[in-house]
């Protein structure tokens, strides 16, 4: 009997062991094996079919590691939507809504003035960048969510865990489970869009660059209401990002399966696509390197031409100026935006400077714990998913 039980146990260790999280976090790979990665990659689909097989896997993957599956009920957002500031074309306004219940997610809304009817939805999620007036408070988010708004889009712009309104508050972005609040709350950021009546559930984009570039594309993977998107400088076959918030969990890489960046883009197939890559980071192979995968992808669905790459060789890492340029026209194209006014034909640019780049105690939802209801979850608490 002793020995049964004692077998039982080494089985149990061992089973334990096998199960061992596998992460593949920044630089896993060499450029080199990521291209060989790939080819074994496509070497397990080869039509449609296959594909969508090999589509379902990846994605319930992603969803296991990040302890999402299955995903948690939906429960009230409670949202907050409070002190509209008027501007020239747009509107602003502080919103909040909770992911789980006690746990907020607090960003800006900008709204087009002077238009009626069902507007497209955009979610404008950010990196990592530091500094008092980080993550979306920074004034390249601003341009960019003032502009879709101007072209007639509602933008929610929200912050990361442990960044703007979240680290005021006193949440660490250090948090253990940063992985899974972050894609939540995503998903309930697409909930909170389809609340708000001036919003077409059926025109929902999402754009983020660099730790916004993998919120971005991680959403669109996970959840099909997702009908365009634009990862900016942040898909790439070699790099999986450096932060616990993007590879802290078995997402990538599992005894059964092995992904990476570019095939979790590849998962938007075939909604629109576009990738903005540059020279000046992990993004610098995208033109031969990831983005022929994921037309190739593509290619299944016949949908090839809705898979685009804007690839700037003497650009650094970020969303800077350029980079909003090539981005502005694909949303105008897959989601109907109305770049008059906006866009000058004669410098083939949009204009942002009409744009007003806000204080950032003029965003902020709540100032204080105290104004925050008295349920609000303590910041550094664990929240509770089940
Ligand atoms: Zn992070």
């Known amino acids: 009997m002793k020995r049964v039980l004692l077998s039982v146990v080494l089985i149990s260790i061992s089973c334990i062991a096998a199960e061992k999280p596998i992460l593949c976090v920044g630089k896993y790979h060499s450029e080199a094996e990521a291209v060989a990665q790939l080819k074994r990659m496509s070497a397990t689909h080869s039509n449609l079919t296959q594909w969508k097989a090999r589509a379902a896997a990846v994605r319930q993957q992603i969803l296991t590691g990040a302890n999402l599956n299955p995903l948690p009920k939906r429960t009230p957002l409670n949202s907050i939507i409070k002190n509209k500031r008027i501007y020239k074309g747009y509107t602003v306004e502080s919103a909040t809504f909770e992911a789980r219940p006690g746990y907020f997610v607090y960003g800006n809304l900008y709204r087009p003035l002077g238009r009626t009817g069902k507007r497209s939805g955009i979610l404008c999620p950010h990196g990592h960048a530091r500094g008092p007036e980080g993550g979306r408070l920074r004034s390249d988010q601003q341009n960019r969510c ?32 940063a992985l899974t609040l972050q894609t939540w709350s995503s998903i309930r950021a697409v909930d909170f869009m389809e609340t708000l009546s001036d919003v077409d ?86 033109p031969v390197v990831e983005y022929p995968y994921i037309r190739r992808v593509y290619n299944f669905f016949g ?59 003029i965003m902020r939802t709540f100032n204080t714990l105290d104004e925050m209801p008295e349920h609000a979850l303590k910041p550094g608490a664990m929240v509770p998913f089940r």
């Open 146 to 177: 003032a502009t879709l708004a101007r072209m007639g889009a509602v933008v929610f712009s929200y912050d990361m865990i442990g960044f703007g309104d979240s680290e005021h508050l006193g949440w660490s972005h250090k948090h253990p489970q």
């Open 201 to 286: 559930e059926n025109k929902i984009g999402i754009t983020g660059c660099s730790g916004g570039g993998t919120q971005a594309f991680l959403l669109t993977a996970v959840d099909d209401r997702v009908a365009v998107s634009v990862p900016v400088v942040m898909v790439s076959a070699h790099f999986f990002g450096g932060c616990h918030c993007e590879s802290g969990m078995p997402i990538h890489k599992t005894s059964k399966l092995e992904t990476n960046n570019a095939e979790i883009a590849a998962l938007a197939a075939p909604r629109p696509l576009l990738l903005i890559s540059v020279g000046g980071d992990w993004t610098k192979n995208t």
């Open 303 to 361: 949908k090839e031409s809705v898979a685009e790459n804007a690839h700037f060789p003497n650009q650094r890492h970020g969303y800077q100026y350029l980079k909003r340029q090539a981005m502005y026209p694909f949303m105008v194209k897959h989601l109907g935006l109305d770049r008059s006014g906006v866009y000058d034909k004669s410098t083939e640019l949009y204009d942002e400077s009409k744009n007003t780049i806000e204080k950032v105690t």
